[in-house]
């Protein structure tokens, strides 16, 4: 069972609506990630928080909102989304982001699958 | 040009069969280097790291030439099991993590 939660597991939603997308990791890490995975296209990184600060925004647009109140929670809110939004969004954590916490490794959750109508 | 690039396959082998994945990279300043492994409607998983010296685990065989920026991997007697979607990923530093669009594998009996 993977240490870090995704919910919902699906999403679909309406052009006008407001949704969010949440994570939450049992890891004691302190750094989380959002990736966007569409079909055939490599993983995007969209953000990255560490310590519950943004340190990486990968010119994401403004109707993808995140939200890092704690070390192990993370969400991504959702406004007025395109129908190309639609795709696989994964949260991922990590010890950390120096010194020997830059391991490379990350660990996902199992993501949650957005389609935009 | 991506920043990582792979064959996208799929490559269709038989089991026991031996196949080798190469991966090229464009940024010279990535700092370490990965293959991930991506089962059907499943997350990521870390398969291994790639040292410039080549890393072995079981039959996994991993080797880096910073000087041409290639990365590769090699999967002797393969298994049914092996049958996923190989991701090569390159790290920036601080864990930023640029990903391939992967190299997807079918092992047939």
């Known amino acids: 069972e993977t240490g870090v939660t995704q919910t919902p597991r699906h999403l679909v939603m309406g052009m006008t609506n407001k949704k969010s997308l949440k994570c939450e990791q049992h890891l004691g890490h302190n750094a989380m990630y959002w990736y966007k995975q569409s079909a055939k296209k490599p993983l995007e990184l969209m953000f990255v928080?560490?310590?519950?600060?943004?340190?990486e925004n990968n010119s994401v647009p403004s109707r993808f909102s995140p939200e890092c109140p704690n070390s192990s929670h993370l969400f991504l809110h959702l406004h007025t989304l395109q129908p190309e939004d639609s795709a696989l969004y994964l949260c991922?954590?990590?010890?950390?982001?120096?010194?020997?916490?830059?391991?490379?490794?990350?660990?996902f959750g199992e993501g949650s699958r957005l389609t935009v109508l | 040009r991506k920043e990582v690039e792979q064959d996208p396959g799929p490559f269709n082998v038989p089991e026991g069969a031996t196949v080798a994945f190469n991966c090229t990279y464009s940024?010279?300043?990535?700092?370490?280097f990965f293959w991930y492994r991506q089962d059907c409607r499943k997350e990521p998983k870390l398969l291994m790291s790639v040292y410039s010296s080549g890393n072995e685990d079981g039959r996994f065989t991993a080797q880096l030439n910073r000087a041409s920026q290639y990365i590769s991997l090699l999967i002797r007697d393969s298994k049914l099991s092996d049958s996923a979607t190989y991701l090569c990923?390159?790290?920036?530093?601080?864990?930023?993590?640029?990903f391939g669009a992967g190299t997807r594998l079918a092992v047939h009996p």
């Open positions: 991922a954590s990590s010890v950390g982001l120096a010194g020997d916490s830059n391991t490379g490794e990350l660990f």
């Open positions: 990923v390159v790290n920036r530093g601080y864990n930023k993590l640029i």
């Open positions: 940024n010279s300043a990535s700092q370490s």
């Open positions: 928080y560490s310590l519950e600060e943004r340190v």
